[in-house]
């Protein structure tokens, strides 16, 4: 019997795919006020094992306000790297900036000399003149957003929440598929406002709802919805979608969605 492809989702058993891609893009890092690394000539280092990575020249970094750490950190496929602090006089963050020491191996040489920056321990960063929140884009990331006619059914607390015909099904690299619902066809009354919201670097900010349940209790962030979502996702907006393990369960055309 063959045995079934080893396929390529974010999973710890995944077969690790690791590559250094050329972006054309304009990537700028800010902190403090000041812009202190700016290039068009950025290398990503992307896997299906950890976010992306943005490599800077090092000459396109303001290194005057880099000084050297102490620090010292195995990267899972780098190896060891070396690390500095941002220090503009007003401002300090340690260990935000950090460099391969010797990357092994053809693949990764290009990174050899060039400057990373910790993403939360920085202000902002930008990609031309917009900004991207929470991680690098994967230049392998792709979200293909499609209508459909297909029957998505929510249950949640032994009951239907959510019964639609029209949903709109978001395919996204490496993620399970996610069905954004019309808000006339799902029960609002077993929802409530959340205070939680969350960013997504691909979709913009997203908005949450808790599950009421039957006993007067809440379950918090069942289901989500894009109220703005980013230029480049009109199609999700205003709709719903919930996760699979925070509900009953889901079926889509009959079938339980795994």
């Given amino acids: ?24 893009k304009r990537v700028r890092v800010k902190f403090g006020g000041r812009t202190i690394a700016d290039s068009r000539n950025v290398l990503v280092l992307r896997s299906n ?19 050297p750490s102490l620090h010292r950190e195995p990267h899972a496929v780098g ?10 006089g007003d401002r300090r963050s340690a260990n935000a900036a950090w460099s391969f020491v010797s990357p092994p191996g053809e693949n990764l040489s290009p990174l050899a000399g060039r400057i990373a920056f910790s993403w939360k321990l920085v202000d902002q960063w930008f990609e031309e003149d917009e900004e991207v929140f929470v991680h690098a884009r994967d230049p392998y990331a792709r979200i293909d957003v499609l209508q459909s006619s297909s ?5 949640f607390d032994g009951e239907p929440i959510a019964d639609s015909h029209r949903p709109v099904l978001l395919f996204e690299t490496h993620l399970p598929t996610r069905f954004y ?7 609002l009354e077993r929802l409530t406002a959340s205070v939680t919201t969350t960013r997504c670097p691909y979709k913009g900010i997203a908005s949450y709802w808790s599950g009421l349940l039957s006993d007067g209790s809440v379950r918090p962030d069942i289901a989500w919805s894009y109220r703005d979502p980013i230029a480049e996702m009109p199609k999700i907006k205003g709709l719903v979608a919930f996760y699979p393990q925070a509900v009953d369960r889901i079926h889509l055309d009959g079938e339980p969605v795994a």
């Avoid at 029957?151 to 249950?155: D, E, G, L, R, T």
């Fill in 1 to 24: 019997m063959t045995a079934a492809p080893r396929l390529q989702p974010r999973e710890a058993t995944a077969p690790q795919l690791v590559n250094v891609l050329h972006s054309p």
């Fill in 49 to 67: 094992h950890f976010l992306p990575i943005y490599f800077f020249p090092a000459a396109s970094v303001d290194t005057s306000v880099l000084k």
């Fill in 79 to 88: 190896g060891e790297t070396a690390y500095w602090d941002i220090d503009t």
């Fill in 151 to 155: 029957h998505v059914q929510v249950w």
């Fill in 181 to 187: 619902l019309h808000p006339d066809d799902i029960n």
